[in-house]
Antibody, heavy 125, light 108 residues
């Protein structure tokens, strides 16, 4: 069974940092690209960042570029999102999502077929 | 960046009725990279359709997708009580991936 379990969220002051983790199980992790998607309270979905299966390619939304770093450890079946210089507008549930293997293994340009349950990040003083 | 605009914002229908949800892209996109997802309150999104018209694993055949170019449609042929949720279209052919703002399907 595919499982994605996010952790690392919490309350942080503006300007602070967090590292989110997503532990994967039930599939060959390195064969799949992964992404982070966030959802502010009562709002829609916003893609944040993605990484290819081998970690060689990374992608960022303009809203977080320069403040976020996505990485993965395929030996630990875990993807990470380091978020720095946090702002109130970063407050959201952060989901990790697996990119399906429809158009090539590990390829970022695939639909999200599995999602975790999310971890809440609240940026407030 | 591909901007996706969904309509209507809210759709009020009764169980058993047919639902038609629209997603319009700001420029022509390959249908290969257009998906639809469903999200219920307090839950993560669930993939329904990818490649504009291919149902994801386990998705009932009352859900269908169509379209090309800039105009895409999700159709639910006969609404079941569990279908009332928010639906998002998504484009994943570029970076950044983008989502529409969502259509809320509510019980009339």
């Amino acid at each position: 069974e595919v499982q994605l379990l996010e952790s690392g969220g919490g309350l942080v002051q503006p300007g602070g940092s967090l590292r989110l983790s997503c532990a994967a199980s039930g599939f060959s992790f390195s064969s799949y690209a992964m992404s982070w998607v966030r959802q502010a309270p009562g709002k829609g979905l916003e893609w944040v960042s993605g990484i290819s299966g081998n970690g060689g390619s990374t992608y960022y939304a303009d809203s977080v570029k320069g403040r976020c770093t996505i990485s993965r450890d395929n030996s630990k079946n875990t993807v990470y999102l380091q978020v720095n210089s946090l702002r109130a507008e970063d407050t959201a549930v952060y989901y990790c999502a697996r990119a399906a293997v429809v158009y090539g293994s590990g390829n970022f340009y695939n639909p999200f077929d599995y999602w975790g349950q999310g971890t809440l990040v609240t940026v407030s003083s | 960046e591909i901007v996706l605009t969904q309509s209507p914002g809210t759709l009020s229908l009764s169980p058993g009725e047919r639902a038609t949800l629209s997603c319009r892209a700001s420029q022509s996109v390959s249908s290969r990279y257009l998906a639809w997802s469903q999200q219920k309150p307090g839950q993560a999104p669930r993939l329904l359709i990818h490649g504009a018209s291919s149902r994801a694993t386990g998705i009932p055949d009352r859900f269908s997708g169509s379209g090309s170019g800039t105009d895409f449609t999700l159709t639910i042929s006969r609404l079941e009580p569990e279908d009332f949720a928010v639906y998002y279209c998504q484009h994943y052919g570029n970076s950044p991936h983008t989502f529409g703002q969502g259509t809320k399907l509510e019980i009339k």
